[in-house]
């Protein structure tokens, strides 16, 4: 009996979770990956739950993940909404940040757990950015990338000392995207002032 409970409640849990990345238009293959659920078993979730024409419209994506690194720091409000996601991944454990800005994961691969506290990081990022420039697959595609490779790190801001995320091999003014957007608005009470809108430190 109580191993048949334990299967109900993990399976409701991969299926909670399948409907939350379905909810972010998520592809079927990051599903997959934090399920385990089979990409028949998806589509049979989407077809159910989300194609009736009752509930929201969500497209379902198939197909390869977005990659490109220099996508989050393509414009300073990618690179300070690209730094909010990581300081929302820290504050969820999803990776770990060292006293010297150094990113290490924290999951040994994704599973049900960590989907959903990816979810978690997105909604919060969402309620941040009310017009948020990174999908979630960006996000999926950002955590990915501070986790598995060091393409991207985190750079500090001479101006207010704020950590930032940057491209390795993009040429670093040490202006963080913040600093770069205060410098770049005309502010009718003066000289710009860059310490006030930090990004979220991490
Ligand atoms: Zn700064």
């Known amino acids: 009996m109580r191993l048949t409970d334990d299967r109900y409640a993990n399976e409701k849990s991969q299926f909670d979770l399948a409907l939350r990345m379905i909810g972010h238009e998520a592809r079927t293959g990051t599903i997959t990956e934090c399920t385990g659920l089979s990409d028949d078993r998806i589509r049979k979730l989407y077809g159910t739950y989300f194609r009736s024409g009752t509930g929201r419209r969500v497209r379902r994506r198939r197909g390869k993940s977005p990659q490109q690194v220099q996508f989050f720091v393509k414009t300073p409000l990618n690179q300070l909404e690209a730094t909010t996601l990581v300081a929302l991944f820290a504050a969820n454990l999803l990776i770990r940040v060292d006293a010297k800005h150094r990113m290490h994961p ?73 600093c770069s957007i205060a410098l770049k608005t005309p502010s009718a009470a003066g000289p710009p002032a860059p310490t006030r809108s930090k990004p979220a430190r991490v």
């Open 106 to 178: 924290c999951w040994p691969r994704p599973d049900v757990e960590y989907g959903h506290r990816l979810c978690r990081a997105y909604e919060t990022y969402q309620l941040l950015h009310p017009s948020p420039k990174l999908s979630f697959e960006w996000a999926w595609a950002l955590l990915q990338h501070v986790t598995r490779n060091e393409e991207l790190y985190l750079a500090t801001c001479a101006g207010c000392h704020a950590a930032y995320v940057q491209d390795a091999y993009a040429l670093d003014h040490a202006e963080c995207p913040a």
